[in-house]
């Protein structure tokens, strides 16, 4: 429940079933009263707010269980059997060296034959499905563009064969797209781009630069106007990755980008994470960052950029907390080595198993076991307001902090202004159709 | 008191992964929660 009090008026948001309603002053004191005594039940007074309370599920029967709500949509998320997410990784090995990646460049390739049992199991596992998403990472995949182009192709074979959607996305530096490189790419059906420009020209080429030193940002910025003026239908994932040095020029990155393609470029904004000192979390005060990330999505907004969900991937029916979580999703390493969680090394600790010769998946008992059978939720989630909308939190840190509940991922962004940026900005979606 | 957003049914809530699901609800479940990209964190475990 918030107030807005330039209005007089409070916003009531149900976390679980989404349900937004705008309440006058009396009208929050009825609420307030109501809720406040669950021992007579309102609807025997015919009374109007408990009516709207009760039709959007506010209050409930006693006997709904609505954790088991949430744990069955966990459990369907978990095991979708529509879909089949793959990301490939053709070479860990990357041109940049981004100032905080956790990745080892090693020198890398996929051989033939890792190519010849990826295809092999991509044609048993794909004619499963209805959709398969395919995700290419790296390192930087484009240093390895042939291997992509080829492997494009066969997949795209299998799909077509067995009447299978298959939408492909590659996240990439930006820094080789060339025109002839774009070309290639979109040859292979692939047109959704995730590229990263950490801020204004002067910050970005101090996070993310060349393995020489060299700076990126202005090939990369013209790469991006290039890759989304080649086709309409392109759509870039223009990512911000931000700590206390470049947070305040994300406003200056965003006037840069012409009009014309501003609708095809969805922004994200990430907190550097981990334990170093440039971390975003340690650096920057809570409240400051969530109130300055509303605001700059906001300015992304009005700017004609795509934004999805704003402050954070939070949304009534959220079924999983993260892609790793779908049992119907794998990281294929250059070597065959498949892992869950693309934040890794990839050095074969927290490998789950491997592709083998004939295309089997070979699962590795330890790990594969740990990852699919840890709990859903741990103790202390099953009494968040906000477990609706995070769905537990990440997998990985939980297995490394052996379930103690000491992760929150709704941390850094400060979960009750994160709440009421949700309501607000559903209410203020609601006020901006009515105005329409 | 007026209501700005319905609550969800279940059933609203898991059509993208019922058995029936066509491919064209499936697509618009993922363009519509941004899950076409990797959605990987950026960060250093330095400890420096």
Known sequence: MFDIPEESKTILYNTLYGSLILLEKSEKEEALKIFGNAQNPCFLDNNDVCTVLLDQKFIVNDEIDEFAIINNRKSMGISDPNRLDVILIPTLDCNFTCKYCYEDHVPSQMSDNTENSLVKWLENEIPKFKFVLIHWFGGEPLLKLNKVLSISKKIQHIADKHDVTLSNQITTNGYLLSKNCIKKLTDSGIFNYQITLDGSKRHHDTLRVLKSGKPTFDIIFKNIVTLAEFNENIKISLRVNFNHTNFESITELLTLFPDNIRKQLRVVFEPIFGNCTINAVDNIDNEALSQSLAGYYLIAQKSGYDIVFGLSHTYTGKLVNCYAERINQYIVNYNGDIYKCSVNKFTGGDRVGYIDAVGEFIKEPGTYTKWIQLDHFEEKCLKCQYLPLCMGGCKKMRIENQSTGSICNLVPTNTSFLLKQIAVSGLNNHLIKEVQ | ?48
């Open chain 2, 1 to 48: 008191m007026k209501v700005i957003k319905p609550a969800k049914t279940e059933k609203e809530i898991l059509v993208s992964v019922s058995q029936e699901a066509d491919k064209r609800v499936i697509q618009q479940s993922i363009t519509e929660k941004a899950e076409a990209n990797v959605d990987h964190l950026c960060g250093c475990n330095c400890k420096c």
